[in-house]
């Protein structure tokens, strides 16, 4: 079970409003006991009371009436007799009406007192009608006598018994009244008390509460106030596990993280000082790279242009080699046909060269027949056997011709077929030479885009190197200003004390920031290191012991 | 015909021609006629020497292989071929056949004189064949008797 602050001040509510309630229920039972012994008294004790007191009344109505009656008025008057006979009656009647309510309303112990008087009553009644019937028949001496006489007597008697039952009646409402004061007296006491005790536990449990509220709370403030100026080097004790305690816990977390939290800062803020110096050293050298970079660049670029320039020329050197391919592709494949139509025509020498053999052949057997004829005819065929011998000689003559002829003209069919051969097997060595040129031609072509491309390019990057130049410089003061940021930052870290060093900072102390900031001081000579604050005037340094010229001005100022 | 009868005359009238790598030699008034190769008929149980016939202006005339009958190998037909048409005499009748020539040279005339007798101790050709030789230019040139070969291969053929 967990005592909170809710529970304590619930259990403490309810505690004062428990005993409230039973106050209240309390004081509920005892005026409801008032009220029913008022209602008591009102409804039958008055009564009671009235009815005694209106019995007496009647009892002396009646003795009135019976005097009334004995006196005779001046003016006779014959009705007054039975009139008063008649208000005897009523006045019997509300007596016996009230002796009613008596008997049904008194106490038991009382009822004694009512029969007493009932006794003397009828007595009385009794004497009373008799002394009537003496008036009645005359007898107003005897009558007034009886009355003067017994009848004062009765009636003596008569009134104190009545008296008596008026007294017993009173006495018992007083005793009721005394009851009621005494049921109220000890009703305020109860209630007294019980406010007495609220009061008590009340105060007591409050005073506890606040008391352990209040101590805690002080506690708390103690430590958020240390916080607030600095101070992280303690933490508090808890005990109890209320909301207070949560808050002490609480409070001392965050101050246990604030620790943590400040000695990450100052690390960080460490690293960010040798980060920031490193920085500036790398951007320096980025710088200067940068401007190799462009150098280098512009060379790039000068020799690109260069090739540029040359892969045109071949371009358009490919493109007159290719015109010239073609030619030659197609010239070859005209010689190749015309090689083919003198083979033809070589061809058709031969045929007509066979045609010449052979008629000098069928000569050369005619010639031989002739001479064989001439032998035979002896010396008349001498003659003519030299005319055969010589045609024959002219036969043999035209066909050793027409064989060399023939040997020739086929030896020339075949050298112009080999070279119409040769030539058609030229033409797809010339064509495929054309089409490697084309290809070289659209690859130069190709090549001049792409070095007019890579010549942009390197435009380009000679654009973003200058660029990168003036970015690494830019970043170089970037890096010693974040140098003095970081600087401002420890000091502004130092505000925390995380330990029992002191303010001293020895985590965030400036000894080791100097040397980051000394790196960056002393690779920027030409860069002023920067004030903390650039509020924008200036820092004159009137301390010092001055120099030689504050002479000068001394001596001026005398003369 | 012998020897001889042909010394009888002063000159001999002779037409060369080649059979193989031999130059013979025949009488021109004995050829009638010189052709081209002819379509030949094949002559059903003719010999190796007359083993067909051909048509010669109309006429059936045997064509005469000599080399069978002179032994000189066969080395077929070439443009310089033909055929030499020869009237002889066989059994005493002049009968025309034909011979088939490698090629033919010329019409010569020699004296009788240059013509020599064939040496008996000769193996190489059966004697009776040939008439003589002479020296032509070109080596000897061989004169065939032919109607001593005819006979002797027809008589031949029939022995066999």
């Known amino acids: 079970m967990k005592f909170t602050i809710k529970t304590k001040l619930g259990a403490i509510f309810a505690f004062v409003f428990l005993l409230s309630g039973i106050s209240a229920v309390m004081a509920l039972r005892d005026l409801k006991a008032s009220n029913d012994s008022i209602t008591e008294l009102v409804a039958s004790d008055v009564l009671r009371m009235l009815t005694a007191e209106d019995l007496i009344t009647q009892e002396l109505l009646l003795q009135v009436n019976l005097r009334e009656s004995l006196v005779d008025p001046s003016v006779p008057d014959a009705g007054r007799p039975a009139r008063m006979m008649a208000d005897r009656e009523a006045i019997h009647a509300q007596i016996d009406k009230d002796l009613q309510v008596m008997r049904d309303t008194l106490p038991p112990e009382q009822i004694p007192l009512l029969d007493a008087y009932i006794v003397e009553h009828e007595k009385n009644a009794e004497l009373a009608d008799r002394i009537l019937k003496l008036n009645a028949s005359g007898q107003s001496a005897a009558a007034n006598d009886l009355l003067l006489g017994d009848a004062l007597a009765y009636e003596v008697e008569n009134n104190d018994a009545i008296e008596a039952l008026r007294n017993a009646v009173h006495e018992e409402s007083n005793a009721a009244v005394a009851l009621v004061n005494e049921e109220y007296a000890n009703a305020r006491v109860m209630l007294i008390g019980m406010l007495v005790a609220s009061l008590l536990v009340g105060s007591v449990s409050a005073a506890f509460v606040v008391l352990s509220i209040s101590g805690r709370m002080k506690q708390c403030i103690e430590l958020a106030t240390a916080v607030a ?90 493109q007159i080699t290719e015109r010239m391919a073609l030619k030659s592709a197609e010239d070859a494949r005209t010689s190749g046909k015309a090689v083919a139509d003198a083979v033809d025509a070589m061809q058709t020498i031969a045929d007509r060269i066979m045609i010449v053999q052979e008629i000098a052949r069928q000569t050369d057997l005619l010639a031989l027949n002739a001479a064989v004829e001439a032998a035979r005819a002896g010396e008349h065929g001498r003659g003519f056997a030299v005319v055969a011998a010589e045609v024959r000689k002219l036969a043999e003559r035209s066909q050793t011709a027409a064989a060399e002829i023939s040997s020739l003209s086929a030896s020339t069919v075949r050298t112009a077929a080999s070279a119409g051969e040769m030539l058609l097997g030229l033409v797809p060595d010339i064509e495929k030479t054309s089409a490697l040129v084309t290809e070289i031609s659209a690859a130069s072509r190709e090549l001049a885009t792409g070095s007019a491309q890579i010549s942009m390019s390197i435009q380009q990057l000679d654009k973003v190197t200058q660029q990168n130049t003036s970015a690494s410089e830019e970043m170089s003061s970037s890096a010693t200003e974040l140098a003095s940021q970081s600087d401002a930052l420890a000091a502004a870290v130092e505000f925390f004390k995380i330990d029992d060093a002191g303010a001293n900072g020895v985590i965030i102390g400036n000894g080791r920031m100097r040397p980051a900031a000394s790196v960056a001081a002393a690779r920027q000579p030409a860069l002023p290191r920067k004030p903390l604050r650039n509020d924008g005037g200036f820092d004159f340094d009137l301390a010092g012991d001055g120099d030689e010229n504050d002479a000068n001005f001394k001596r001026r100022d005398a003369a | 015909m012998k020897l001889a009868s042909l010394r009888k005359t002063e000159h001999l009238t002779l037409v060369t021609l080649a059979l193989g790598s031999q130059t013979l030699a025949v009488p021109a008034d004995v050829l009638r006629e010189i052709l081209d190769p002819l379509p030949v008929t094949r002559v059903p149980g003719a010999g190796a020497f007359v083993p067909h016939v051909v048509n010669v202006r109309g006429s059936v005339v045997p064509l005469a292989n000599l080399k069978i009958a002179l032994g000189i190998p066969e080395a077929g037909v070439d443009d310089r071929s033909r055929i030499l048409v020869l009237e002889i005499p066989l059994d005493g009748e002049p009968a025309l056949v034909a011979i088939q020539a490698d090629a033919v040279h010329e019409v010569t005339t020699i004296e009788t004189l240059r013509i020599e007798r064939v040496p008996e101790t000769a193996s190489l050709w059966p004697p009776e064949y040939l008439i003589g030789l002479y020296k032509g230019a070109e080596g000897f040139v061989l004169l065939p008797d032919l109607p001593a070969i005819f006979s002797a291969q027809t008589s031949q053929a029939a022995a066999a």
């Open chain 1, 229 to 318: 100026s600095g101070d992280l080097r303690r933490t508090m004790a808890t005990k109890g596990n209320d909301e207070v305690a949560q808050l002490q816990e609480t409070v001392n977390e965050m101050v246990l993280k604030l620790r943590e939290v400040v000695g990450n800062v100052s690390m960080a803020v460490r690293n960010v000082a040798s980060g920031s110096a490193q920085m500036a050293a790398t951007s320096e050298q980025l710088s200067q790279g940068a401007t190799e970079q462009a150098a280098s660049t512009e060379e790039a670029s000068a020799s690109v242009e260069e090739m540029s320039a040359n892969i045109k020329q071949s371009a358009d050197n490919a």
